[in-house]
């Protein structure tokens, strides 16, 4: 039956994108085999390092002094500085109250001790189960550094097991690092020279696929900073070209490039202390103009380079735009992306990726997220209507699907 009126257009979309089971196609979790890189629980979620930015700017406390602090020390400034002596109206804060909620915690209480002991009870194991059901999340994409010594050990016992976790062969290391990268490679017995010199070429494509292949990986990512240019002679370049670009064409999964970070313009925050700069979109139409083979997963950093993203993903067929990434993962620019991406894209885009660091965080990146998607999605559609077309409940529900994971696993799996 098709929809009548803007109550039922609203019931529809609704029941639609708070059902979808969602794709996250990037986040920095971990399965429960990982250990301790797995990161979860109230005082992880508190110390999550866009709290820790926004605290440094009300503490005088010397940033070396607050490295000195255990976890739960920095949780119990962070909550006493962002939440009970300010309100915690900032995303960041928001959110953590929004998890702590829809685990059946009172956040009226402001009983931080209260929330510990909840935690205390918990076995990871059962956690995941209970975040990947509460999120209505059906799989995570993790962001995996073979140049992590910890991360390593655990690859080289085998594979993920969990279906809910899946891989992302992440080259930061390789590429932004190449002196040490490389170091590193040679050490692992590949015959690679600094100077990229010899058999290196050959053995950094045997390095890619063997870890690709190890992982399983879904795609191959980096980050990349503002000033990032191609073409360009530089080691980052030469490896992307000659490496990167024919091993995952060879192996048809694509490569994600995170555009515009500005990597610790204040070292002393450490992981809080990157910033933002405005990125080349010439650079990513020059890549998907020249590699017309390869599958380019592209998001940008800077709320300046979305427009231009947007048209540049109207030109080629191998450019998926995803995320509202980082620093643009808040709602008022989720909403003004979103719409843009409709308008100019229809669905061919991915809309969202959590990003999350912390298992919790599942519980209310996504709450957050499915609202402004979905008051997006409904406007449009209240425009569609408005011209007479008429919509089915069904479609809507087809829709949803594509942009909530199913537009993701075309992407991956289709051949250019
Ligand atoms: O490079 C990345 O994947 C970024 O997402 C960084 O990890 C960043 O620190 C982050 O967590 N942003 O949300
Ligand atoms: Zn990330």
């Not at 639609?16 to 992880?44: C, K, M, N, Y």
């Not at 994409?141 to 976790?165: C, I, K, S, Y």
Request: net charge negative; glycine share 6%.
């Amino acid at each position: 039956m098709p929809i009548d009126n803007a109550d039922e257009l609203r019931k529809a979309v609704d029941r639609a994108v708070s059902s979808v089971q969602i794709t996250d196609v990037h986040t920095h979790l971990f399965s429960p085999r990982f250990g301790g890189l797995l990161l979860w629980g109230v005082d992880e979620l508190i110390t999550y390092h866009y709290l820790i930015a926004e605290t440094h700017r009300w503490i005088d406390l010397p940033v070396e002094d607050y490295w000195e602090l255990s976890t739960r020390e920095q949780a119990d400034l962070i909550w006493r500085t962002l939440f009970l002596e300010n309100s915690p109206l900032a995303e960041s804060c928001r959110g953590v109250l929004t998890a702590l909620r829809n685990l059946g915690l009172d956040t009226a209480a402001r009983d931080l001790e209260g929330y510990r002991s909840r935690f205390a009870s918990l076995r990871v194991e059962e956690y995941v189960d209970t975040v990947f059901e509460r999120s209505g999340v059906k799989e995570v994409v993790m962001t995996n550094d073979p140049f992590d010594d910890a991360e390593r050990e655990v690859w080289l016992q085998g594979p993920e097991e969990d279906p809910r976790f899946r891989a992302a062969l992440r080259l930061d290391a390789l590429l932004n690092a190449w002196e040490t990268g490389g170091a590193k490679l040679a050490r692992w017995g590949y015959g690679v020279q600094t100077r990229l010199g010899g058999d290196t070429i050959r053995e950094v494509k045997r390095f890619l696929k063997e870890w690709a292949e190890r992982m399983q990986a879904v795609y191959m990512a980096v980050s990349l900073p503002p000033t990032f240019v191609m073409p360009e002679d530089s080691p980052r370049s030469r490896l992307i070209r000659e490496c990167v670009l024919p091993v995952c064409e060879e192996l048809n999964i694509p490569f994600a490039m995170m555009i515009g970070v500005k990597k610790l313009v204040n070292p002393g925050l450490r992981l809080a202390g990157d910033s933002v700069g405005k990125a080349s979109i010439e650079t990513v139409e020059h890549l998907c103009t020249t590699y017309p083979g390869n599958k380019f997963l592209v998001t940008m950093l800077s709320r300046e380079n979305q427009h231009e993203l947007c048209v540049a993903a109207r030109k080629y067929r191998n450019l998926m735009p995803f995320g509202c990434w980082w620093f643009l993962n808040n709602p008022s620019l989720v909403d003004e992306i979103t719409r843009m991406r409709l308008e100019l894209l229809g669905l061919s885009f991915i809309p969202q990726h959590s990003d999350a660091r912390v298992l919790d965080q599942l519980l209310y990146k996504w709450e957050h997220s499915r609202r402004i998607i979905a008051g997006a999605l409904c406007d449009k559609y209240r425009d569609l209507m408005a011209t007479g077309w008429r919509i089915e409940e069904s479609e809507i529900q087809r829709d949803v699907g594509k942009l909530f994971g199913g537009n993701f696993w075309q992407f991956v799996e289709r051949k250019i």
